[in-house]
């Protein structure tokens, strides 16, 4: 069973303690923590403050510093098979430290710009598979010029190294629900691309995307052709979200032959302010040498806030790989999450965290030989600090 291990009752108890907390927080503490956003705005207006104008006057400058500690049943020497960034066992990890400076472009100042520097293991990890040699590359996450075009609603196009629009998470844990990074986030989609890409809002409920690049997880090709991306984010109402991915290419080395296809689906509905729901799906196939290959996943999500200061968030995964092509073993894997996020004061988030991956192949490397399940218990700790707050 998923929570009957003696790691997972030491996890259960621990996130009893957290609820526990911030249950009995103060309610001046708490509303302090749940109203800061919307207080912002009536503290501008007595202060007289105001927001900054003049082209540099719109940048932000800000950054980031994620560490944590893992215990992985599995005990492994080195990273804990299929998981990205929070890889080590039983010791306390830089996972990784951001900086970046933005400017959004906008009707009265149409030139923008985005480049973030990710240092850390987490940016190793990213950039892997990058064909280039350039070995500093793997510090730069992003880095693209924007402009926006006075076109309808404005028809903005950057230009340069952006993260991948695929998957319901992204790099940065402390804008994802969990902690730990699904399996579709580390197996079924990209990390990132290079290329031109056009956004257009055609209205207030349909947003528009297409982009040419030079593959998965590249800045320099490592074939002759080029790889096209579409998205459609479709917001009927409030409460819900739909963003609809496919993206086409060439992506092996040195082959144009074999075509990649993934599409990739994430729906988030938020029916209170209390509990929001997302669910994401992943299909991609490719070959080998003209033989078919395929993978597919599907992850669900609950984030329950409880009280300004304290949410409960489980995920729940389905991944198959039957060819093996992207775990390098044909296996059915499964997974299961349970996040306590602590929100102790502006910018500085904790969550505590128990995950179990299960998998019909003894796939989890581990210092006794291979597994069929992984169990972890881990402890996450983020902060944000940005020129715009």
């Given at each position: 069973?998923?929570?009957?291990?003696?790691?997972?009752?030491?996890?259960?108890?621990?996130?009893?303690?957290?609820?526990?907390?911030?249950?009995?927080?103060?309610?001046?503490?708490a509303?302090?923590?749940?109203?800061?956003?919307p207080a912002?705005?009536?503290?501008?207006?007595?202060?007289?403050?105001k927001?900054?104008?003049?082209?540099?006057?719109?940048?932000?400058?800000?950054?980031?510093?994620?560490?944590?500690?893992?215990?992985?049943?599995?005990?492994?020497?080195?990273?804990?098979?299929?998981?990205?960034?929070?890889?080590?066992?039983?010791?306390?990890?830089?996972?990784?430290a951001?900086?970046?400076?933005?400017?959004?472009?906008?009707?009265?100042?149409?030139?923008?710009?985005?480049l973030?520097?990710?240092?850390?293991?987490?940016?190793?990890?990213?950039?892997?598979?990058?064909?280039?040699?350039a070995?500093?590359?793997?510090?730069?996450?992003?880095?693209?010029?924007?402009?926006?075009?006075?076109?309808?609603?404005?028809?903005?196009?950057?230009?340069?190294?952006?993260?991948?629009?695929?998957?319901?998470?992204?790099?940065?844990?402390?804008?994802?629900?969990?902690?730990?990074?699904?399996?579709?986030?580390?197996?079924?989609?990209?990390?990132?691309?290079?290329?031109?890409?056009?956004?257009?809002?055609?209205?207030?409920?349909?947003?528009?995307?297409?982009?040419?690049?030079?593959g998965?997880?590249?800045?320099?090709?490592?074939?002759?052709?080029?790889?096209?991306?579409?998205?459609?984010?479709?917001?009927?109402?409030?409460?819900?979200t739909?963003?609809?991915?496919?993206?086409?290419?060439?992506?092996?080395?040195?082959?144009?032959?074999?075509?990649?296809?993934?599409?990739?689906?994430?729906?988030?509905?938020?029916?209170?302010?209390?509990?929001?729901?997302?669910?994401?799906?992943?299909?991609?196939?490719?070959?080998?040498?003209?033989?078919?290959?395929?993978?597919?996943?599907?992850?669900?999500?609950?984030?329950?806030?409880?009280?300004?200061?304290?949410?409960?968030?489980?995920?729940?995964?389905?991944?198959?790989?039957?060819?093996?092509?992207?775990?390098?073993?044909?296996?059915?894997?499964?997974?299961?999450?349970?996040?306590?996020?602590?929100?102790?004061?502006?910018?500085?988030?904790?969550?505590?965290?128990?995950?179990?991956?299960?998998?019909?192949?003894?796939?989890?490397?581990?210092?006794?030989?291979?597994?069929?399940?992984?169990?972890?218990?881990?402890?996450?700790?983020?902060?944000?600090?940005?020129?715009?707050?």
């Amino acid at each position: 069973m998923l929570l009957q291990s003696p790691l997972s009752k030491c996890a259960l108890s621990l996130f009893a303690a957290l609820a526990l907390v911030a249950a009995f927080a103060t309610p001046a503490a708490a509303q302090a923590a749940g109203g800061a956003e919307p207080a912002a705005a009536p503290a501008q207006a007595d202060t007289g403050a105001k927001t900054p104008t003049g082209f540099f006057g719109r940048f932000e400058l800000a950054g980031l510093v994620d560490g944590y500690y893992d215990y992985y049943s599995t005990k492994p020497e080195g990273d804990a098979s299929y998981r990205n960034f929070d890889t080590r066992h039983n010791a306390v990890r830089f996972s990784m430290a951001q900086v970046w400076l933005t400017k959004a472009p906008t009707d009265d100042s149409r030139a923008g710009m985005n480049l973030k520097f990710n240092f850390g293991h987490a940016a190793t990890m990213i950039n892997a598979y990058e064909p280039a040699s350039a070995d500093g590359l793997k510090f730069i996450e992003q880095a693209y010029a924007s402009y926006l075009i006075p076109a309808g609603k404005g028809l903005q196009v950057d230009a340069g190294k952006f993260v991948t629009q695929h998957g319901a998470e992204v790099i940065e844990a402390k804008d994802n629900w969990n902690y730990s990074r699904s399996l579709l986030f580390a197996l079924a989609i990209p990390y990132y691309h290079t290329g031109v890409r056009a956004t257009y809002a055609a209205s207030d409920k349909v947003t528009l995307m297409g982009d040419v690049v030079t593959g998965w997880n590249s800045v320099k090709d490592n074939n002759g052709g080029k790889t096209v991306g579409a998205q459609a984010i479709i917001k009927p109402v409030a409460q819900l979200t739909i963003v609809q991915n496919y993206m086409v290419g060439y992506e092996q080395p040195d082959n144009s032959q074999d075509v990649r296809h993934l599409f990739d689906t994430t729906v988030t509905v938020t029916p209170t302010s209390m509990v929001s729901v997302m669910a994401n799906y992943d299909y991609g196939k490719d070959a080998i040498v003209g033989a078919p290959v395929s993978w597919q996943g599907v992850a669900g999500y609950l984030k329950v806030q409880a009280t300004p200061r304290f949410a409960i968030i489980p995920r729940v995964e389905w991944f198959d790989d039957p060819d093996g092509f992207m775990t390098g073993t044909g296996q059915t894997m499964k997974e299961g999450t349970l996040t306590g996020e602590f929100k102790l004061a502006n910018g500085f988030l904790t969550r505590i965290e128990y995950r179990r991956d299960v998998s019909n192949v003894a796939s989890f490397a581990s210092d006794e030989g291979p597994k069929t399940s992984q169990g972890s218990f881990g402890i996450g700790v983020l902060y944000t600090l940005s020129s715009k707050r």
